[in-house]
């Protein structure tokens, strides 16, 4: 069978627990053959981030060029974009490659607080890139920024705003419920184009290593998706990979740890 192919376009992250790194290790570990297109560089570790670096528009342009000229994706996954002049340069080229099967992680701060997208490139995500994705994955603080700011504070309340998010943008919406603490269990639910509605439901780890688990989700559904598996079925697919890769628990660094992301 051929071997299919997924891009990330993302962050790097110099610890390796989220962004980039994080992505690739996901596709590796899901089966595909992952490519990057780096859009700011971060000095951070498990405690936080201390800096951010955004690459220059062109070169951002050179590389997604080059990756679409060569090795067409069967999948794409968008993480940080960091500002507008990045969102425009993102959306002119996947439009011009008719670029398939984008998930859209609208990352918009760490986990340790650090801003990760500037207050001004909200706009342009949400009228340039939002429209072009087939997934987006927004927890509950983002969505709540998606929605004017509504308040998230039971199912009812994720139902309703992940039906409010696809109608507004066209496209299917995923929000995960980890900010939610219920049971134990963790509660993600789907809107799809037509509104219809879907939970996923799994165990919930205790377990504070969790550094990337957004960056993993996303890159493990546009995996999935790049093999050819229907919307649902690579949720639930890249929901169990994540709960897989929590349960390792891998204890490093001095913060929030990282995810084991490879299964042998």
Not at 55 to 81: H, R
Not at 146 to 158: F, H, P, V, Y
Request: some cysteine.
């Amino acid at each position: 069978m051929k071997k299919k192919s997924a891009l990330t376009i993302a962050g790097s992250d110099s610890s390796g627990g989220a962004g980039i790194q994080a992505d690739l290790k996901t596709m590796h570990g899901c089966g595909v053959y992952g490519m990057s297109v780096i859009t700011a560089i971060t000095a951070q570790n498990t405690t936080g981030v201390r800096s951010i670096q955004k690459v220059s528009p062109s070169v951002l342009a050179d590389q997604l060029d080059m990756v679409f000229s060569d090795i067409y994706p069967d999948a794409v996954k968008i993480g940080m974009t960091f500002d507008s002049d990045l969102i425009e340069v993102i959306a002119d080229r996947l439009l011009f490659y008719k670029a398939k099967r984008i998930v859209l992680d609208p990352v918009m701060v760490a986990t340790s607080g650090a801003k990760l997208l500037e207050d001004e490139a909200i706009d342009a995500l949400l009228k340039k890139l939002m429209p072009m994705a087939d997934l987006l994955t927004p927890n509950i603080p983002e969505a709540e920024v998606l929605l004017d700011g509504w308040a998230i504070a039971n199912r009812q309340d994720m139902e309703d705003g992940a039906k409010e998010i696809a109608e507004r943008f066209g496209c299917s919406v995923l929000i995960k419920g980890g900010h939610m603490v219920s049971g134990d269990h963790s509660s993600d639910v789907l809107a799809d184009r037509n509104g219809v509605i879907k939970w996923f439901e799994s165990e919930r780890i205790d377990n504070l290593n969790t550094h990337g688990t957004g960056c993993t989700l996303s890159s493990a559904i546009a995996s999935f998706l790049a093999l050819g598996y229907e919307m649902e079925d690579s949720i639930s697919m890249g929901k169990d990979y994540l709960l897989r890769s929590i349960k390792e628990d891998l204890d490093f660094g001095k913060g929030h740890g990282p995810l084991w992301h490879v299964f042998y």
